[in-house]
């Protein structure tokens, strides 16, 4: 099992090492699985459990937004994806976002935290969606 420094980061699958050699603080269990958003264009967007992306134009915002800047009607700052370390996934759309956020076929209201379940569809735009894909790891 792999296990994490909660100060650090420092991860380990040894199971002998009980303590974080920088911060001697007991290692816990670290986060698994990975939530998969597989977008129409061949485009994968992975998020490691316990964190998030941001999905927008906007450079300053988001790392994805060279790839979406393709396109126009996504936002700058569309929404936010994420993991949580229980498995369970998330999308927050942005308030603000002019073309709305869709999660089989209903809207998600902007600045409302939502989940996002395995096998859904995802829709940023009428331009671009994802299937979901929630792979629970170990």
């Given at each position: ?42 485009t994968v967007v992975e998020v490691p ?33 994420g993991l949580r370390a229980n498995g ?51």
């Amino acid at each position: 099992m792999t296990r994490r420094c909660a100060f650090c980061g420092f991860v380990t699958d040894d199971h002998t090492i009980e303590l974080c050699p920088t911060h001697f603080a007991p290692l816990a269990a670290a986060p698994s699985g990975t939530l998969r958003l597989a977008f129409h264009d061949g485009t994968v967007v992975e998020v490691p459990a316990g964190e998030e992306v941001r999905l927008g134009r906007d450079p300053d915002w988001s790392e994805r937004a060279g790839w979406l800047s393709a396109f126009p009607r996504v936002s700058r700052r569309h929404a936010t994806v994420g993991l949580r370390a229980n498995g369970t996934a998330w999308i927050l759309p942005e308030e603000g976002t002019a073309n709305g956020t869709y999660l089989d076929g209903h809207r998600v209201e902007p600045g409302r935290s939502a989940p996002l379940p395995n096998g859904s569809l995802l829709r940023l735009s009428s331009q671009l969606s994802a299937q979901i894909t929630i792979d629970p790891g170990e």
